[in-house]
């Protein structure tokens, strides 16, 4: 068997094919072998159009384009497909964590340690992480939580723990 440009082309047309299947269904990511596949498609158009003519370059370019739009419509539409996609809109979704803190809102605890401005607060008996708005808060000033956003819980200290953190402020500057 003689290889003719059209055999040469059909195989290079097949390879670069080939390449792009086994980067979308075997090889995560889109990567060497996925750029691979384009490059072969890109040089077998080229080569059709220098061997075989201007012609046969446009349709082997042509071919590529419309086989590779034509397998992600039909693995997009297909049973397969949508194990490939999302099927859910996920912009109203929320984290555990974040679940069920909204009513925290006003509550008061204690500092289990010292926030600075990051740390733990006993709230209900539960620990939790929390921040401040950039004051540090010594361990075991009374705090109030003020606002809770997703997972993250910002407090500050109450009056009298205030006047608690500012005494032990005190002590450590004496």
Do not use: N
Not at 90 to 106: H, I, K, P, W
Request: proline share 3%.
């Amino acid at each position: 068997m003689e290889l003719t440009p059209f055999v040469v082309t059909f195989c290079l047309f097949l390879l670069g094919l080939m390449c792009l299947v086994v980067e979308a269904f075997v090889i995560p990511g889109f990567g060497l072998v996925g750029i691979l596949g384009i490059v072969v498609l890109v040089g077998d158009a080229v080569y059709a159009w220098l061997t075989i003519g201007p012609l046969a370059g446009a349709v082997v370019l042509l071919l590529a384009a419309t086989s590779g739009g034509a397998g992600v419509y039909l693995v997009m539409h297909t049973r397969l497909g949508k194990r490939f996609r999302l099927a859910s809109d996920l912009s109203d979704s929320r984290s555990a964590v974040s679940v069920g803190r909204e009513g925290l809102v006003g509550a008061q605890g204690e500092a289990v340690t010292t926030l600075r401005p990051a740390g733990v607060v006993l709230i209900d008996g539960q620990r939790v992480d929390a921040t401040t708005g950039g004051e540090l808060i010594e361990k075991g000033t009374r705090i109030r939580v003020v606002v809770v956003e997703g997972p993250r819980i910002v407090v500050r200290a109450t009056e009298d723990g205030e006047a608690r953190t500012q005494l032990c402020q005190e002590r450590t500057e004496t």
